[in-house]
């Protein structure tokens, strides 16, 4: 089991950036970000491999970068020209059998932070 905790979280107006963290207990070969708005599903943001790998949904792309430090046990997301509808809590997840893709069978997930963008 893959410990996680996230942080980052917070409110910004839109235009604005954060940057969100995910320290982690042990590594795994898929990480990444997903997001959820009450009422709605489980929405996959942002995932990345080992290898360095990254996928992002249609919605960042431009906008949200991916990225981990190992020296720190530590994943990143960071997040510019945020828009409203990116409100949401934001997840991290690892470890994913048949690839990183971004579909909500992570087999582990951490509590969420909040982000409002208004």
């Known amino acids: 089991h893959v410990q996680l905790v996230e942080s980052g979280g917070g409110s910004v107006q839109p235009g604005g950036s954060l940057r969100l963290s995910c320290t982690y207990s042990i590594s795994r070969y898929c990480m990444g970000w997903f997001r959820q708005v009450p009422g709605n599903t489980r929405e996959g943001v942002a995932s990345m491999s080992s290898d360095g790998r990254t996928t992002y949904s249609n919605s960042v792309t431009g906008r949200f970068t991916i990225s981990e430090d190992t020296a720190r046990n530590t994943l990143f997301l960071n997040m510019n020209n945020l828009k409203p509808e990116d409100s949401a809590t934001y997840y991290c997840?690892?470890?994913?059998?048949?690839?990183?893709?971004?579909?909500?069978?992570?087999?582990?997930w951490g509590r969420g932070t909040q982000v409002t963008v208004s």
């Open positions: 997840v690892a470890e994913r059998y048949g690839g990183c893709k971004l579909e909500p069978d992570y087999r582990n």
